[in-house]
Nanobody, 127 residues
């Protein structure tokens, strides 16, 4: 069992950058797929990006492709979300989640495929 904890959220202007971190206790964090989801006020929580346990495979939602990058440092039990060229529509609470769901192809994108969730960190992009 792992407990993800997010950090790094804040207020940034349109076009700016932020890096979110997801740290987790437990030596097994490196064996989990990790995903980032976000939820804006009045909207459903949506998939953003995911990274495989090894870090060798990633997947991104079309809305963030080319702007957001996920990476992980397993020695530090930490996953990072680098967000560039931020837009007001990126404003949301961002959640880190861990999964053991294995697919024949690709990485999990649905909330039910993720077992452990952090409390979230707020990202606000001003126009």
């Amino acid at each position: 069992q792992v407990q993800p904890v997010e950090s790094g959220g804040g207020l940034v202007q349109t076009g700016g950058s932020l890096r979110l971190s997801c740290a987790a206790s437990g030596r097994t964090f490196s064996s989990y797929i990790v995903g980032w989801f976000r939820q804006a006020p009045g909207k459903e929580r949506e998939f953003v990006v995911a990274v495989s346990a090894s870090g060798g495979e990633t997947d991104s939602a079309d809305s963030v492709k080319g702007r957001f990058t996920i990476s992980r440092a397993n020695a530090a039990n930490t996953v990072y979300l680098q967000m560039n060229s931020l837009k007001p529509e990126d404003t949301a609470t961002y959640y880190c989640a861990a999964s053991t769901w294995r697919l024949v192809q690709g990485l999990p994108r649905f909330q039910y495929q993720y077992m452990y969730w952090g409390q979230g960190t707020q990202v606000t992009v001003s126009s």
